[in-house]
């Protein structure tokens, strides 16, 4: 008799693990920022399958297989983004995203065998944005004379850092175009810049009739799609002679004094109220309900503190742009300062 070898000599059973379909167990996601940024390069915690990576920045995956694999590709959807060489169970690709995307891989082992329920990892493209500039000019009025000094305040930001930062200005008047005053201490790469300046009309060369219109303006170190550039609001005024001008400021300290009665008559009124309240406090009626009857006082003497305020600083503001503007004489500090 003839025996037949055992069923498991003539059908060798597979492994079950080499009947599992292939798969990612872990993965590391690597940031080469572009060199503008001079960022270094950040490998994410592991198990972060997003990053957030700035336009022509480098993300690398490195990924761990459940077991040898013989393709394997990554895709966005259904475009294969790149083709790889596999080592083994190790998988190592490298991608510039150019957009936000979703990638995963696509995988085989030697028996055909593909991943159906891949892992993805995703790529959010982060904007650089353009420089953030303020600039103030502190009590600057619309208009001003040839021998002012403007206070400038002007203060500049960047996430990366600053390439430039510049005060620019235009006298309209033809054939003078956009001026650069360069800032001292500027240092490029500096996120963040600060600068209290007094510009001098004077050397503007603007005349009296002219218009000066002034903005602040920085640039960054964008190669990749920049440079971006961010400018503050345009102020503008006008160059008129001080005798223009000290017309403007009495023109506006009449109508401040008037104002000023007006609430003055007012706090009188409100004043006559109060007296005549207070006089009938023996009346029963009136201490049930005064607090009732004080509260509409109360309101109206909160209003004239606010108006008298507004007041004070409308005065102190044409005393600020009196010295601007080189005319604060001792005589019109000593009326206005005094509220003589």
């Not at 990924?63 to 190790?90: G, M, Q």
């Amino acid at each position: 008799m003839i025996r037949r070898p055992p069923r498991s000599t003539l059908f060798p059973s597979r492994r079950s693990s080499d009947l599992q379909r292939p798969r990612i167990e872990n993965a590391t996601l690597t940031i080469a920022a572009p060199a503008y940024t001079r960022i270094e390069p950040i490998t994410l915690a592991a198990g972060q399958r997003t990053a957030e990576v700035y336009l022509g920045s480098t993300l690398t995956i490195h990924a761990s297989c459940s077991k040898p694999v013989v393709r394997a590709a990554l895709l966005a959807d259904a475009e294969v983004i790149a083709k790889i060489e596999p080592h083994e169970n190790e998988l190592t690709v490298s991608v510039s995203p150019t957009r936000s995307q979703t990638y995963h891989f696509d995988l085989a082992d030697a028996d055909g065998l593909q991943n159906t329920r891949p892992v993805r990892f995703s790529a959010r493209i982060v904007e650089d944005q353009a420089p953030k500039v303020r600039l103030q000019l502190p009590n600057v009025g619309n208009m001003v004379t040839p021998k002012a000094v403007l206070p400038v305040h002007i203060e500049f930001t960047d996430d990366i850092g600053l390439a430039s930062a510049a005060l620019m200005y235009q006298v309209t008047r033809e054939g003078f175009g956009v001026r650069t005053i360069p800032l001292e201490g500027f240092k490029p790469y500096d996120t963040s810049f600060d600068l209290q300046y007094e510009w001098v009309i004077a050397s503007t060369e603007a005349a009296v009739g002219d218009q000066v219109s002034v903005f602040a303006q920085a640039g960054d170190f964008d190669t990749v799609s920049g440079p971006n550039v961010g400018e503050s609001t345009a102020m503008t005024f006008r160059i008129v002679t001080s005798e223009e001008l000290l017309a403007e400021f009495n023109r506006r300290e009449q109508e401040y004094r008037r104002q000023f009665e007006r609430v003055v008559q007012s706090q009188e009124r409100l004043r006559g109220k109060l007296l005549t309240l207070l006089g009938r406090m023996d009346e029963p009626a009136i201490r049930d309900d005064l607090e009732l009857r004080l509260a509409p006082l109360e309101r109206r003497q909160r209003q004239i503190v606010s108006q008298v305020n507004v007041i004070r600083q409308q005065f102190e503001q044409v005393l600020a742009e009196l010295a601007i503007n080189r005319l604060d004489t001792s005589r019109v500090k000593e009326r206005l300062g005094d509220g003589s």
